[in-house]
């Protein structure tokens, strides 16, 4: 079976503006499960969300076939069950949610990964020059975007850009988009909250996407910030360097 070669990198800042960063991310280069996580709430219970989140996505587990899918819906459900667990045995962390979006390359085995997503967190690939957004943002603003009301640079300059209509921590039974996608060489793929997307076009990212390697991260969060990062950004980049038997 065909095994894929990913290398990957990731960077998270507080920003310009904030005192603390709520943003988490995960990269399990063993199994193949890299994420990010954007975390909301006051009294810094944001950040305590989006750790959650992180952490217990690290316990996935092996999977077999179409059953990845399951398997990952599962892990994001176990998070979002220990953030609600966590709620009621501290009530200062009512309201406390988070995003999440994932990655997966179940054991590295096959160039099938599998994504995951609630929230207003992204995940980009370039492949070939072209840029293209895989998850779909769950907000009003994003709604219009695809209704062709708004631009995606309308988007970013929206007052009610930040509002989301999904995240963890709100419910028991979160609605999850899960799909999976071909990897193929040379793809690159760009996990991150939206202190990056809110601040830089999709132009500016695929530009930098397809840049250098070795300061990649640096260079995606280095432009958010010159932008006045506004927000907590954090980037994780994955290149498939190779696909071979």
């Known amino acids: 079976m065909p095994k894929a070669n990913i290398r990957a990198v990731g ?8 005192s603390n960063n709520e943003d988490s991310y995960l990269i399990e280069r063993e199994h193949g499960l890299y994420a990010v996580c954007d975390g909301l709430g006051g009294h810094a219970a944001g950040e305590i969300a989006s750790e959650i989140a992180a952490t217990s996505l690290q316990g996935i587990v092996m999977c077999e076939g179409d059953s990845c899918g399951e398997t990952l819906i599962e892990a ?5 069950q220990r953030i609600l667990e966590d709620q009621s045995r ?10 999440v979006s994932v990655l997966w390359v179940p054991h590295q085995k096959s160039p099938v990964a599998w994504v995951a997503h609630v929230g207003d967190s992204r995940i980009y690939r370039l492949r070939e020059g072209l840029l293209e957004q895989l998850t779909e943002d769950h907000s009003p603003v994003f709604r219009l975007y695809r209704q062709g009301r708004l631009s995606k640079d309308e988007i970013r300059r929206h007052p009610q850009k930040n509002l989301i209509e999904r995240s963890l921590g709100l419910s028991s039974s979160p609605e999850i988009d899960c799909f999976s996608i071909e990897l193929k060489e040379g793809d690159r ?9 809110d601040s830089l076009s999709d132009e500016e990212i695929g530009r930098i996407l397809g840049g250098g390697w070795d300061d990649i991260a640096d260079d995606l ?11 907590n950004i954090t980037v994780v980049v ?3 360097v190779a696909i071979a038997a």
């Open 11 to 18: 960077r998270s800042e507080v920003g310009l503006v904030r």
């Open 189 to 197: 793929y760009l996990l991150c909250t939206d202190g990056l997307s």
């Open 221 to 231: 969060v280095g432009a958010a910030l010159l932008e006045g990062g506004l927000d």
């Open 90 to 99: 501290n009530p200062e962390h009512g309201g406390m949610g988070t995003t």
């Open 238 to 240: 994955l290149e498939v």
């Open 76 to 80: 994001i459900l176990e998070a979002n």
